[in-house]
């Protein structure tokens, strides 16, 4: 068997003197003629077509308009991801750059040392003479006094 | 320029069954202006606005703070109703149907109006549009009251108290539970008679 139902308290019925406040501060324009120029309007819209939409509604459809609808939370997320792409671009770039500066400077160590040399040096030719030398021979030409 | 239409569910739903028995004069009557202006017929929908133009302004007047945003939820309820008709089925009740329209195009100016007016929404409230005595304290007060409230509690109290619209039936025009509607009611009725406390004991 369900309990009965608790008598509505005090505070949810409704209080005869706001709500009669409620009812004049949301009163209906009164007269006629009032309505009958509302029903001449709605019906001059519908007749129209969407050209007699309110003017709320209109400034929704101008090509422009949409730019009034950026947020700025928006705009930051959008600058936020381009400054992150831009900051990734200038990282690639200067990591390249870096690369291409030792290559190039170490191309041109190796052609200063073939210009002192009467043959150019064959990378080969020097894998083949280091097989002969002894595993710690440059270890013993650089400190002779250790050994 | 195009129209902005309304989301499918402002004009395609709720279907609201007409009762049972059989139809009145009146109910009679609204069906054959409904079906003629299905039909194409101006002055049939002239004819349905007429009837329910004083319902809709009020549906709308509960839900947006001025007389002029009301003014334009019904204009706008209307255009996309009569743009909708060839959905409605005439079995439903029409006044149900547009009035779930017009709720809607007023919620949608709400909203729109909270976005870009937030600074204005207490003087569009206590601003008159024909009532002289509006400029009072009382309704100042009241004024004050209201916007502490959130849109939907006010939206209720007003279809509910002033209207006389049933918990269901706000409920079908918000677009909310029936139990949200008597809970938003419970709600703005404590809020309100706490923050107009003193209203009798001042002369």
């Given at each position: ?147 | ?180 509607a008597r809970s938003d009611l419970h709600h703005a009725r404590t809020h309100l008679r706490r923050q107009l406390r003193n209203l009798r004991s001042e002369p």
């Amino acid at each position: 068997m369900s309990a009965p139902r608790k008598p509505a308290s005090r505070a949810t019925e409704a209080d005869p003197v706001v709500t009669e406040l409620l009812r004049t501060a949301h009163a209906p324009p009164g007269g006629e003629p009032y309505w009958a120029g509302l029903e001449d309007r709605i019906m001059a819209s519908v007749r129209s077509g969407p050209a007699r939409l309110s003017l709320v509604v209109q400034e929704r459809v101008s090509w422009w308009s949409g730019f009034g609808e950026f947020r700025w939370t928006d705009l930051r997320a959008a600058g936020l991801v381009a400054a992150t792409l831009a900051l990734l671009a200038a990282g690639a770039s200067f990591v390249r750059e870096q690369a291409d500066d030792a290559r190039a400077r170490e191309l041109a160590m190796r052609a200063a040392i073939e210009a002192t040399l009467p043959l150019p040096i064959d990378d080969a030719m020097l894998s083949r003479a280091r097989r002969h030398l002894a595993p710690d021979a440059p270890e013993r030409y650089l400190n002779p006094l250790d050994y | 320029m195009t129209a902005i239409p309304l989301p499918l569910s402002a004009v395609a739903a709720p279907v609201v069954p007409m009762s049972a028995e059989p139809p009145t004069a009146d109910q009679a009557a609204e069906r054959a202006l409904v079906l003629a202006a299905q039909a194409g017929d101006h002055e049939a929908f002239a004819g349905l606005v007429r009837r329910h133009q004083r319902r809709a302004y009020a549906v709308a007047r509960a839900i947006v703070l001025s007389h002029d945003d009301a003014e334009d939820a019904v204009q706008e309820g209307f255009l996309h109703a009569f743009r909708a008709l060839d959905r409605f089925r005439p079995e439903q009740a029409f006044g149900a149907w547009l009035h779930r329209i017009v709720a809607n195009a007023a919620l949608d100016i709400a909203r729109r109006r909270k976005v870009r007016d937030a600074d204005e929404l207490p003087e569009t409230l206590a601003s008159p549009h024909r009532d002289p005595a509006e400029a009072d304290e009382l309704r100042a007060r009241l004024a004050r009251a209201l916007d502490t409230l959130s849109a939907r509690q006010r939206a209720v109290i007003v279809l509910h108290d002033v209207e006389g619209f049933k918990h269901a039936e706000i409920g079908a025009l918000l677009g909310i539970p029936e139990g949200t509607a008597r809970s938003d009611l419970h709600h703005a009725r404590t809020h309100l008679r706490r923050q107009l406390r003193n209203l009798r004991s001042e002369p």
